[in-house]
């Protein structure tokens, strides 16, 4: 099956400054990538995905990349505020099947 | 009501007690989930229901039922749980797995096995 790996565990920035959290997956077959944030109390929310024939995609402050021969994507927010401040989880996902795999998520803490 | 509710957000229950965890979701989706998140451990895929019939069974202890009676509803029964089933239940859903990706998570249910 597949297997998922997140890092950092844990990240601090400061307000303004950029963070950058990486995953990678083991399965070639995987074709979609979604990152998920967490606040407090909340269920993961989707915040951006990408699809395996793009290498990067781009919403506001969020991109994500990813580089399908080394099997690795990662999630960038910049310009980051306080309000940024969550678990983030990265997975991966076939084209068959019903299984999303998650790596162990990212606790993000920006510093105002 | 908008997305995936799920209730109650909190539950305390003894190891012999029986309980249940409803999710419902209001997207028009047509498969459902229920995952498992613990401390330090990625999210654990328990059952998933697509059109209403169970798909994926990740060898969950029997002491977890679930029960979907129709593509909007979701169940979790539970019954003699261990201290070690206390975690954060997720519900989530998204569209016929063969076509869509996306998937979008309820609030969770906080369970503490006492």
């Known amino acids: 099956g597949e297997n998922v790996e997140q890092h950092p565990s844990t990240l601090s920035v400061q307000e303004g400054d950029s963070a950058v959290i990486k995953c990678t997956y083991s399965d070639s077959a995987s074709n979609y990538f979604p990152w998920y944030k967490q606040e407090l109390g909340k269920g993961p929310q989707l915040i951006i995905d990408?699809?395996?024939?793009?290498g990067e995609k781009k919403d506001q402050r969020i991109a994500v990349t990813l580089n399908k021969t080394a099997k690795h994507f990662s999630l960038h927010i910049t310009e980051t505020q306080p309000e940024d401040s969550a678990v983030y989880f990265c997975?991966?996902?076939?084209?068959?099947?019903?299984?999303?795999?998650f790596g162990t998520g990212t606790s993000l803490t920006v510093i105002p | 009501e908008t997305g995936v509710t799920q209730t109650p957000r909190h539950l305390v229950m003894g190891m012999t007690n029986k309980k249940s965890l409803k999710c419902e979701q209001h997207l028009g989706h047509n498969a459902m989930y229920w995952y498992k998140q613990s401390a330090k451990k990625p999210l654990e895929l328990m059952f998933v229901y697509s059109l209403e019939e169970r798909v994926e069974n990740n060898s969950v202890p029997s002491r977890f039922s679930p029960e979907c009676p129709n593509s909007s509803h979701l169940f979790l029964h539970l019954h003699t749980l261990q201290p070690e089933d206390s975690a954060l239940y997720l519900c989530?859903?998204?569209?016929?797995?063969?076509?869509?990706?996306?998937?979008?998570f309820g609030p969770g249910t906080r369970l503490t096995v006492t």
């Open positions: 990408i699809r395996s024939n793009v």
């Open positions: 989530a859903s998204s569209q016929a797995p063969q076509s869509s990706y996306e998937q979008y």
């Open positions: 997975a991966a996902r076939q084209n068959t099947g019903n299984q999303f795999y």
